[in-house]
């Protein structure tokens, strides 16, 4: 179960591996694809190591100050416990955090969705799915807590598996563009510069 839900918890936070990253990338100005993808791969680095991070060092110290205050305590409770014992500011930092994150999620995952759509059924598609999306969140945000996480965990799964596959396929590409361009110094440069292209 630990196993599970670390998984589960760890792709709901940063995305690795479902390939929803690269939509966004593939309409990034650049120079190369290979320069982007450094950039777009710290992106896992900020969220997970920071953020959580952080996250843990407050219910960590929360537990070294005050030993009995978590016991009780059960997942989201838990961190929200935990903020609550910083004086004044804790429980404005996890909101304000929360709202930041909720916000920016929910905008990032209509645009997935909304390219995904586009990409499958054409431009008059779009409308149809923004309907759809803001009655999904609504929904969402009524329904009982574990149904919405299910939901989540078992879409993010069907987005990995062909993904994880195509990664497989797609290996000698990858190292192929980085040696062109990381390995040998070729960074800066322009995709199609490279004597041989």
């Known amino acids: 179960m630990t196993l ?5 918890r760890g792709i709901f936070s940063n995305e690795s591996g479902l390939g929803s990253a690269p939509i966004l990338a593939a309409s990034a100005r650049t120079r190369n694809t290979v320069r982007y993808a450094l950039v777009s791969a710290t992106g896992t680095f900020w969220d997970t190591v920071v953020v959580c991070a952080m996250t843990g060092l407050v219910m960590v110290t929360t537990v ?5 205050v978590l016991v009780n305590s059960k997942g989201i409770y838990m961190t929200q416990t935990a903020f609550a014992q910083i004086p ?105 510069e490279i004597r041989g292209d």
């Open 88 to 192: 004044v500011a804790g429980p404005f930092i996890l909101t304000g955090g929360l709202l930041l994150f909720v916000f920016s999620t929910i905008l990032g995952w209509s645009s997935y969705g909304e390219r995904a759509v586009e990409y499958l059924f054409g431009h008059r598609s779009i409308m149809p799915y923004r309907v759809m999306w803001v009655i999904v969140v609504f929904a969402g945000s009524l329904l009982v807590r574990q149904i919405v996480f299910d939901f989540a965990d078992t879409m993010n799964a069907l987005m990995a598996i062909p993904n994880l596959v195509t990664l497989v396929f797609l290996s000698g590409v990858v190292a192929a563009e980085t040696k062109k361009y990381l390995w040998s110094k070729n960074l800066d440069k322009v995709a199609g």
């Open 64 to 68: 070294l100050k005050f030993p009995d």
């Open 4 to 8: 599970r839900f670390g998984v589960a």
